[in-house]
């Protein structure tokens, strides 16, 4: 079902504060907690915050090719594959950090003025099959809401371990 131009509106505030919690979650983290691990398996707050800056960066693309090509294909990759190809570690933080943020106000404008037609455009993700620019903003208005989460509680683990 379609969302209300009320909700778009909400979910498009919510993408515009996502860098601010990220921020807020981040600036709570000790220098020596960023590249501990809670499990194996498992992100740091410093791999957490470069997966932001790359998953903001797909998801910029993402948004622009779902209202400008005819017939969109986005492509979907594998985020832990990411981490280790790209070495999440070695990735100055505060880079990938302000990234996160470069994008979203790039992004927010665009958003601010897209009509009911670009709202109604649709393509097809490889892993998940139709995906529309609401199916994007729904995604990215919860993205850095679930990874300031994800900080905090890689900083409770941190402090009972």
């Not at 000790?30 to 915050?49: F, M, T």
């Not at 809401?145 to 900080?151: D, I, M």
Request: net charge neutral; hydrophobic share 40%; with cysteine.
């Amino acid at each position: 079902m379609p969302l209300t131009a009320a909700e778009r509106a909400t979910m498009i505030e919510r993408y515009a504060h996502g860098p601010t919690l990220l921020k807020r979650a981040l600036a709570k983290i000790p220098a020596d907690a960023l590249k501990w691990k809670p499990a194996s398996g498992k992100w740091s707050a410093h791999e957490i915050v470069v997966h932001c800056a790359d998953a903001e960066t797909n998801a910029h693309m993402r948004l622009r090719y779902l209202i400008a090509e005819p017939d969109p294909v986005i492509v979907g990759y594998d985020q832990d594959g990411w981490a280790l190809a790209f070495d999440y570690h070695a990735h100055p933080l505060d880079l990938a950090l302000a990234t996160v943020e470069a994008v979203r106000a790039n992004t927010l404008p665009l958003l601010k003025r897209m009509t009911v037609q670009d709202w109604q455009k649709t393509g097809r993700h490889t892993e998940s099959g139709r995906y529309a620019t609401e199916d994007w903003l729904a995604i990215y208005a919860e993205h850095l809401e679930k990874h300031s989460r994800q900080l905090e509680r890689n900083l409770a683990g941190w402090n009972s371990r």
